[in-house]
């Protein structure tokens, strides 16, 4: 079964964004797109809000003009439309779990920080098992560079950004996804990964004799990175990679890595604390500081 694009739709700025990306996105990997609206019925003592079906009318009239709205930028695409009378969190955890991937938008925190993430957002990433893709309000394409037989590039560094930690497995899906993106964009994928030096208690005879067969700890780290990548290189033989390793936090190499680059890709393993699940701690950090949309691929 084909799974379509779902972005997730209100009306607000911010969701508009999303719908715009969303609606590029399917046209280049020839997906199915669905416009998911999640309400509830909402009575105002104060105010004449329309009874149940008068709600349900004007969210259905909102949705249908939204999707009018891709469907004209985008008339090959297909494109249908839910409205879920139920919470926005579960609504949309629903939806995602039955997608490629989940849309959502994202008021911006100005041109040097990236997105505020509201608790419907924060949880939603939290839980969801398919990757979830954030879209600033006012996110626009730049000009469209057109190649022969290619498709347009969206953004001036045309790359595709992704994290690479740990084994090879433990970053498959999100650079799955990068290599997925870059393949329907025609764009190069920059694969990061950072390294730090262990505390001495972390040395053992093992380990030493790991890195000492690979000629140090920079090298140690370009060859995992480069493992990591084989397999995505032999499936997707025709995307371009820049393989980048640097000393230092994940999170700040990861946003040095490249200046404006489409997408920013990263894993995500949930993190339960006394006080509840929490996104990990690089994936937090391009939330809140990446300048371009952001990708946040659950592991497997």
Same mark, same amino acid.
């Given at each position: 079964m084909t799974r379509p694009i779902t972005a997730g739709v209100d009306g607000s700025?911010?969701? #508009?964004?999303?719908? !715009?990306?969303?609606?590029? +996105?399917?046209?280049? &990997?020839?997906? /199915? #797109?669905? #416009?998911? *609206? %999640?309400? &509830?019925?909402?009575? *105002?003592?104060?105010?004449?809000?329309?009874?149940?079906?008068?709600?349900?009318?004007w969210v259905r009239d909102g949705l249908a003009e939204a999707a009018r709205t891709v469907a004209e930028r985008h008339p090959d695409l297909t494109v249908t439309t839910d409205v879920v009378e139920d919470g926005a969190v579960d609504a949309l955890l629903a939806a995602a779990a039955q997608s490629e991937m989940l849309v959502l938008g994202s008021r911006g925190q100005g041109a040097l920080v990236g997105f505020l993430l509201g608790s419907v957002g924060q949880q939603v990433i939290i839980e969801s098992v398919r990757p979830v893709v954030l879209v600033r309000a006012g996110d626009e394409p730049s000009p469209k560079l057109f190649e022969q037989g290619g498709p347009p590039a969206e953004a001036a560094g045309h790359e595709i950004v992704v994290g690479q930690h740990g084994a090879p497995e433990d970053s498959a899906g999100a650079l799955r996804f990068a290599f997925e993106t870059a393949a329907a964009r025609g764009a190069t994928v920059r694969a990061v990964r950072a390294w730090t030096l262990p505390p001495v208690f972390a040395y053992s005879p093992g380990s030493l004799k790991l890195l000492? +067969? !690979?000629?140090? #700890?920079? /090298?140690?780290?370009?060859? !995992?990175? !480069?493992? %990591?990548?084989? /397999?995505? &290189? +032999? &499936?997707?033989?025709?995307? /371009?990679?820049? +393989?980048h390793v640097e000393m230092g936090s994940a999170g700040q190499v990861l946003l040095a890595a490249a200046e404006r680059p489409q997408l920013m890709v990263v894993g995500r393993r949930a993190r339960r604390t006394a006080v509840g699940a929490r996104i990990g701690s690089v994936a937090h950090g391009m939330l809140h500081h990446a300048g371009c949309p952001v990708a946040v691929v659950p592991h497997t």
């Amino acid at each position: 079964m084909t799974r379509p694009i779902t972005a997730g739709v209100d009306g607000s700025e911010e969701s #508009l964004a999303a719908l !715009a990306w969303a609606g590029r +996105e399917a046209e280049r &990997r020839g997906l /199915p #797109l669905r #416009l998911v *609206h %999640a309400w &509830r019925f909402e009575a *105002h003592d104060a105010f004449d809000v329309g009874d149940r079906n008068t709600q349900r009318q004007w969210v259905r009239d909102g949705l249908a003009e939204a999707a009018r709205t891709v469907a004209e930028r985008h008339p090959d695409l297909t494109v249908t439309t839910d409205v879920v009378e139920d919470g926005a969190v579960d609504a949309l955890l629903a939806a995602a779990a039955q997608s490629e991937m989940l849309v959502l938008g994202s008021r911006g925190q100005g041109a040097l920080v990236g997105f505020l993430l509201g608790s419907v957002g924060q949880q939603v990433i939290i839980e969801s098992v398919r990757p979830v893709v954030l879209v600033r309000a006012g996110d626009e394409p730049s000009p469209k560079l057109f190649e022969q037989g290619g498709p347009p590039a969206e953004a001036a560094g045309h790359e595709i950004v992704v994290g690479q930690h740990g084994a090879p497995e433990d970053s498959a899906g999100a650079l799955r996804f990068a290599f997925e993106t870059a393949a329907a964009r025609g764009a190069t994928v920059r694969a990061v990964r950072a390294w730090t030096l262990p505390p001495v208690f972390a040395y053992s005879p093992g380990s030493l004799k790991l890195l000492d +067969e !690979a000629g140090g #700890l920079e /090298p140690y780290e370009r060859k !995992a990175l !480069a493992a %990591a990548l084989q /397999p995505w &290189r +032999e &499936r997707f033989p025709d995307v /371009p990679v820049v +393989e980048h390793v640097e000393m230092g936090s994940a999170g700040q190499v990861l946003l040095a890595a490249a200046e404006r680059p489409q997408l920013m890709v990263v894993g995500r393993r949930a993190r339960r604390t006394a006080v509840g699940a929490r996104i990990g701690s690089v994936a937090h950090g391009m939330l809140h500081h990446a300048g371009c949309p952001v990708a946040v691929v659950p592991h497997t």
